[in-house]
């Protein structure tokens, strides 16, 4: 399959602030770059990340959010399978395996993977086999477990929902509705700034927190408000 013409994976990185991270995330790519079609998409960041960004990968801009710069990135993709990579989150080796795997069932339009935090320790431990428990038995998958899809049905079902939050929430949920969706084993690798940085406890009590107002009915712009950027 020619790359240039149609890669069969397109990665999608939504950047904000990532100077620390985006050079590390693309050279990892590097290891199937016959394989793939690198985007980034940069949300505005005031710390140079887009001009750390390699030329061989594809970089636009968009406004800041995650919804709007994934649909951005989706809309310039030329590839069969749509897959968003956070920029502090590293795929496994055999990822482009798995997901042939799961893609050969004309059923599967979508899924996400496993997640392991890279950090040690019990509470990190925990946190990830509680994503991926809750993961496995809801179909419900957030962005550091990155999400994939087939990118005919992430053009069917209308993309990610223009909301300040839990969009990923929302975006699985549209998945299950046209098809069936798979968590991989992966695992795929995550950083543990967020809690490092803000506190774990803390941290895990907001994230928790988010999710049951979410539920209880409280609007995405109201949650973005309380969650702010936690990096």
Do not use: C
Request: hydrophobic fraction near 40%.
């Amino acid at each position: 399959m020619n790359k240039n013409k149609h890669p069969l994976i397109s990665i999608i990185i939504p950047t904000y602030n990532e100077s620390k991270t985006i050079n590390e995330t693309i050279e990892h790519l590097r290891h199937w770059d016959n394989i793939l079609e690198i985007i980034a998409v940069d949300g505005g960041s005031s710390d140079g990340t887009a001009r750390l960004v390699s030329p061989e990968v594809k970089l636009i801009n968009a406004p800041m959010g995650r919804a709007s710069q994934m649909n951005a990135g989706a809309r310039l993709a030329s590839g069969e399978v749509l897959l968003f990579l956070h920029s502090d989150t590293r795929l496994p080796r055999d990822f482009p395996q798995q997901l042939d795997q799961a893609l050969s069932d004309s059923g599967v339009v979508g899924g996400a993977f496993k997640m392991k935090i890279d950090h040690p320790g019990l509470f990190f431990y925990l946190t990830s086999l509680g994503s991926n428990l809750r993961a496995a038995v809801t179909g419900i998958y957030f962005g550091d477990q990155t999400i994939f899809v087939r990118q005919d049905v992430f053009h069917k079902i209308g993309g990610f929902p223009s909301i300040e939050l839990m969009e990923d929430w929302e975006f699985s949920k549209s998945m299950r509705r046209v098809g069936k969706t798979l968590l991989l084993p992966g695992p795929v690798i995550t950083s543990a700034r967020r809690w490092l940085i803000h506190g774990k406890w803390r941290t895990a009590w907001l994230m928790h927190k988010i999710k049951t107002l979410y539920l209880l009915g409280t609007s995405p712009d109201d949650l973005k408000r309380m969650y702010s950027d936690r990096r």
